[in-house]
């Protein structure tokens, strides 16, 4: 549900959305590094996940005077997973990590590594409930018992998905005549931190703001330049991130500070 609308003869735009997604039958795919076989990666995919994702879009453009232009955008998202099973194609993840095993026998499943622990239901019990049957024991498979994962924090929290986002900015045109025109203009956007990956909780991006400036001449023939700063900050923020082999990361970094100038023809 929301709305479009403009008001003050156009000099006030204002856009809003509520919205409340729900999706069942996710498969939810997680990788670890596995600490009893060196160099080695277990991924495990979970079928039949649920996430809900309710959320709010805002956005205002407002031009009080003639040549400002203000700007301002607001994004909510809490996106989560709800429980779901650890492995639905084997023995749950204890199968994996330690065949002929369970959690309980073989507990050595909880070394970690990277100040982190594997999550399984000896190291972290917090995250797992187990699977009932229809008498309220609970579901073994394999002789291993089965679990649902929650995630930190009750639910799971989808990677590189912020809860919250926001964006402002101001840019003023200069009119120079028969010249064209000269427009400065500030962007700023806020970024209230993702995940990276649910096998580790302290694997994340923390929140971060980046700043461009920007300074554009247009002639009235279509040729403008533009001189520009991006993430002024100079902010390391990390894109996208994996559990590789070895127990290491592997991942993508957005770009440093970075300056320069733009040339262009408007046809």
Known sequence: IGMKAKFFDSKLLLNIAAFYNYYTALQVQTSFANPL??????????????????????????????????????????????????????N?????????????????????????????????PELFVPIRNADGTQLVSGGVPQFLTLGYGGKSRVQNSPDITLRAGIAYEIDLGDAGTLTPEVQSYFNGGYILSR????????????????????????????????????????GRATVSNGGAFSGTFAAPRTYGLRLGYRF
Do not use: H, M, W
């Not at 073989?106 to 594997?118: A, T």
């Open 92 to 124: 749950g993840i204890c199968g994996i990590v330690a065949p002929g095993g369970t959690c309980t026998t073989r507990p050595e499943v909880g070394i970690g590594f990277n100040s982190g622990f594997l999550p399984n239901p000896v190291s972290n």
């Open 199 to 238: 096998a580790l909780i302290n694997f994340q991006q923390k929140s971060y703001t980046k700043t461009e400036l920007r300074l554009t001449y247009q002639n009235r023939n279509g040729l403008s330049l533009q001189a520009f700063v991006e993430n002024l900050e100079d902010e390391a923020v990390i």
């Open 37 to 90: 076989v060196p160099n080695s990666v277990v991924t495990v995919a979970g079928n039949g996940a649920t996430n809900k994702s309710p959320g709010v879009d805002l956005e205002i453009v407002a031009k009080p005077v003639r040549g400002l232009t203000i700007n301002f955008a607001a994004n909510y998202l809490r996106s989560r997973d709800d429980p779901f099973p650890i492995s639905a194609f084997s």
